[in-house]
């Protein structure tokens, strides 16, 4: 116990943030030189699951454990309890909070919410903002204005919120990295978000993106306008099917030159945006490091939004810097396989190429030895990229 007492104050606040806050809060009782140190710890996560302990109410009835129906009542002491908690410990707290992560279930709006967020607007000293939050209700929680004065975030990751935002806010100076995923927003909010983050270098923009249309609203060009050092790009195509038009220039005005790491999620290549959008940026990131490809089943295509096109039309595409590529989800099918080989001859320092296929063509051992054997075949820029045509992957993040 003496060896605990005397551990230096850095170590001691290095242990608590690794432990949930309630197990951190526990430690007071280890001596007297650990009793106040759990309210001075800057990183603060607070995810209802674990909050058992905390937010356990009364055992719902046998009757409302048969029909799966446990009380509003006792659904509404159990997220008091938990509110409560948090509150206590904001409360208490002293010193900077750099760190904050918010992970529950909201099916309507959220008051406690927004006090929360209020609060640590006033402590002006965030840094890492996380905010998770499952069913959202038809279009997430309504973040509060105060949210746009946390000038000192450099992350802030965002799921199952809506964004609206119609007035210009102050810049996000300090931000570079943004995840949204299953957030609803309006393009001219989105475009404003992203303008004023000028040191911006991670963009995830996830599955579930909802944007609202806007009678004069923003391009894709406007969009990639707004990133001029953007290092790490996630894109779902279905998520800025608004932003999209049915004539995509080639490239944009200014490359993305600082763009190391691409992912692009929902891609259909008979999709009328598939290709040109992917296309768009292949030309527009000259540096490129790594490519993703998330595939997205031709059948899910409604017949209106069918393109016609040829990778002809894309033999102009260059890769001078990819070392590595992937693909997820291989149907097989001839688009797909045409453009796989177009990486390869365009790729003169590819290293790895992996082929993950679709759970479906993955069942086809003869397909699978096909493919290979024609990639295995087919004409390569690098002299030394290894080919591996590999099994199904359920798993559609990416790594980097």
């Known amino acids: 116990m003496d060896r605990i007492s005397k551990l230096p104050v850095g170590v001691i606040e290095s242990i608590l943030c690794l432990l949930p806050i309630q197990e951190a809060a526990r430690t007071s009782i280890l001596s007297k030189e650990w009793r106040y140190h759990w309210i001075k710890i800057p990183k603060l996560e607070f995810i209802e699951d674990q909050f058992q302990e905390w937010t356990r109410g009364p055992k719902p009835s046998a009757i409302e454990l048969r029909l799966n129906k446990p009380s509003k009542r006792k659904d509404m002491a159990k997220r008091c309890r938990f509110f409560y908690a948090i509150y206590q410990v904001l409360l208490m707290h002293e010193g900077p909070i750099h760190e904050f992560t918010l992970s529950m279930e909201v099916d309507t709006s959220c008051v406690e919410i927004d006090h929360i967020i209020l609060h640590l607007s006033k402590k002006n000293t965030l840094k890492i903002l996380k905010l998770d939050f499952e069913d ?32 210009s806010f102050n810049e996000f100076g300090c931000l570079t990295t943004l995840y949204l995923r299953s957030v609803w927003t309006h393009k001219k909010t989105l475009h404003r978000l992203l303008s004023s983050c000028p040191l911006l270098k991670r963009l995830t923009l996830g599955h579930g993106m909802t944007i609202l249309y806007d009678v004069e609203g923003s391009t894709i060009v406007d969009l990639f306008e707004c990133l001029p050092v953007i290092e790490y790009l996630y894109v779902t195509v279905f998520g800025l099917e608004d932003f999209l038009s049915k004539r995509l220039p080639k490239k944009l005005p200014t490359s993305l030159v600082h763009l190391k790491y691409l992912c692009v999620d929902t891609l259909c290549f008979t999709h009328i945006y598939g290709l040109p959008f992917l296309a768009l940026l292949i030309r527009s990131s000259p540096n490129l490091e790594k490519l993703k ?24 595409i260059m890769l001078e810097h990819l070392k590595e590529f992937e693909i997820q989800d291989f149907t097989d099918s001839e688009n797909e396989l045409e453009f796989v080989r177009l990486i390869l001859a365009k790729s003169p320092v590819l290293k790895k190429m992996t082929i993950s296929p679709h759970y479906f063509f993955d069942k086809d051992e003869e397909s699978v030895s096909r493919v290979s054997e024609i990639l295995f075949c087919s004409s390569c820029a690098s002299p030394v990229v290894e080919i591996i045509v590999g099994r199904y992957k359920s798993d559609r993040s990416c790594p980097w």
């Open 136 to 167: 959202g209700g038809d279009e997430g929680h309504r973040l509060p204005i105060s949210l746009f004065s946390l000038h000192q975030l450099t992350s802030l990751y965002l799921h199952g919120c809506a964004l609206y935002q119609q007035r």
């Open 293 to 316: 490809l998330l595939m997205w089943e031709e059948t899910f295509v409604n017949g209106d939004d069918v393109g016609s096109f040829t990778l002809d039309d894309y033999s102009d």
